[in-house]
């Protein structure tokens, strides 16, 4: 169940696409450099492509993640997925300027679909790109497949903290 006031619809068709990657260019031993975020709520495992407008994330699906239950991904575990998958594209920027990643808020998701919930020892992809950015302000729209069937999408509005 959702642990949110967030409506989520699951949709049992199967939508499928390819997502090509190549070699990953942030492996797990260093993504923690690119996100604010620290173990146990982290969501990505790898930084597959990375650019000032898009981002393709992967995710190692793990049983004993405090956000799989009976052996899925939640809910929760893929809105968080995706939010991570946006917030590394600022934090890849930030690295780049050697400087930390800025925590990010998630202010707005709208449109929200959820096809169905990935199974644990599975690897979700997300690819997040920006459709608008005013300051610090970022509309991003997310998608999610594994086993290139989607997931889930979403549009969100994220509000990314100035660094002290």
């Known amino acids: 169940m ?9 949709h049992f068709t ?11 260019i942030v492996d797990s031993e260093s993504i923690l450099k690119y ?8 969501l990505i495992s790898r930084i597959y492509q990375c650019n000032e407008n898009s981002v ?18 939640t ?9 991570q998958t946006a917030a590394c594209m600022a934090g890849f920027e930030a690295v780049v300027k050697n400087s930390p990643p800025r925590v990010g808020f998630i202010a707005n998701i709208k449109n929200l679909v959820i096809h169905f919930l990935p199974e644990a020892c599975n690897e979700i992809l997300t690819e997040v790109k920006t459709k608008t950015q005013v300051m610090n302000v970022s509309i991003i729209e ?12 979403c549009e ?8 002290a």
């Not at 199967?14 to 990953?24: C, D, F, S």
């Not at 393709?56 to 991904?73: A, C, E, P, R, Y």
């Not at 969100?156 to 660094?163: A, G, R, V, Y």
């Open 2 to 10: 959702p642990d949110s006031d967030i409506t989520v619809f699951l």
């Open 14 to 24: 199967t939508l499928t696409k390819m997502i090509k990657v190549n070699a990953p």
């Open 35 to 42: 996100i604010p975020q620290r173990p146990p709520i982290v």
């Open 56 to 73: 393709i994330t992967g995710f190692d699906i793990s049983n004993d993640h405090f956000l799989t239950q009976n052996g899925k991904l």
């Open 75 to 83: 809910e929760s575990g893929v809105i968080e997925n995706m939010a």
């Open 142 to 153: 997310a998608s999610s497949y594994c086993q290139n069937k989607l997931v889930a999408t």
């Open 156 to 163: 969100m509005k994220i509000f990314l903290q100035e660094n």
